[in-house]
């Protein structure tokens, strides 16, 4: 069974930064995709950032040139880092990888609140 254990959310202030880790219970060569999605209050869950395993990177409109998605094989953990923080990057997010069947595992969540 795999895990995905979500960690570094918190309250920060708008332009502040945060770290956000995401810890497998099993190595993440496993998993083609790695992604980041967030869900924020009464809207639908939406794609932040994904790595695969070549090591290339999309991100969503709004977070790009602030977010960067990163992992380290050996830790089995995906990284978000965030800079530069909006209240409207207020949510939870979610850890998200893919194997390559198909098959894809959530994370718990983490809160994310930004304040103005």
């Known amino acids: 069974q795999v895990q995905l254990v979500e960690s570094g959310g918190g309250l920060v202030q708008a332009g502040g930064s945060l770290r956000l880790s995401c810890a497998a219970t099993?190595?993440?060569?496993?998993?083609?995709?790695k992604g980041w999605y967030r869900q924020a209050p009464g809207k639908q869950r939406e794609l932040v950032a994904r790595?695969?395993?070549?090591?290339?990177?999309n991100y969503a409109d709004s977070v790009k040139g602030r977010f960067t998605a990163s992992r380290d094989n050996a830790k089995n953990t995906v990284y978000l880092q965030m800079s530069s923080l909006k209240p409207e990057d207020t949510g939870v997010y979610y850890c998200n990888v893919e194997g390559y069947s198909g098959r894809s595992y959530w994370g718990q969540g983490t809160q994310v609140t930004v304040s103005s």
């Open positions: 790595i695969t395993s070549g090591g290339n990177t």
């Open positions: 099993i190595s993440i060569f496993n998993f083609n995709v």
